[in-house]
């Protein structure tokens, strides 16, 4: 079993909403509409390979995640912003060296993040985000106008794309052996 991280966590959300004025997505005003709250949060610990399962399926609905993930990390900062520490439990996968019974006996795909609620697992970041917002209760993450909230799953969508092209272009620059540009002399 891995150690216990016997530290507490501070969690500080801060959530804005930006309004968008047309289609092409200029930011015509950014109101100041900013709510931060603090959370005092003991982390448990991150389960590995040598972890034994938790008990599944009993009722208790946890998010599965990875502290260092950003895909986990916006589920995680949704569930704080909604005000569910209680109501919702976290279990923290070690992403290398997961727990066999989380593919097995959980979530087949064997990503994270994922929730496990009603006798159900879903996962996907951007869908938990979707489900937390209208299964529980707290504060609505989307505005009610359609286009508004339109324009928000499509700024989230979008962010997802960036950091994936981003982590992409890391990759290739740390795996693609580069050459310094030899200078040229005028002649």
């Not at 389960?47 to 990875?66: A, H, K, Q, V």
């Not at 508004?148 to 989230?156: D, E, G, N, P």
């Amino acid at each position: 079993m891995s150690k216990a991280r016997n530290q507490t966590f501070w969690v500080s959300v801060i959530f804005a909403v930006i309004e968008l004025s047309d289609i092409a997505f200029a930011v015509d005003s950014i109101p100041a509409v900013f709510c931060v709250i603090n959370v005092e949060e003991v982390l448990p610990p991150v389960l590995d390979s040598t972890s034994e399962s938790p008990p599944l399926f009993d009722g208790t609905t946890r998010l599965y995640l990875n502290y260092e993930c950003p895909f986990c990390q916006r589920v995680w900062i949704v569930r704080n912003y909604k005000g569910l520490h209680d109501k919702i439990k976290l279990i923290a996968i070690h992403l290398r060296n997961k727990p066999g019974w989380y593919k097995e006996k959980l979530y087949p795909e064997n990503k994270v993040p994922s929730l496990e609620h009603n006798g159900k697992v879903i996962g996907e970041s951007l869908d938990l985000i979707k489900y937390l917002d209208s299964n529980f209760e707290g504060p609505a993450l989307l505005p009610d106008d359609s286009w508004a909230a339109f324009t928000s799953l499509l700024m989230m969508m979008a962010s997802s794309s960036w950091y994936k092209l981003h982590k992409t272009l890391l990759q290739l620059t740390i795996t693609v052996p580069l050459h310094p540009i030899q200078s040229v002399e005028p002649s």
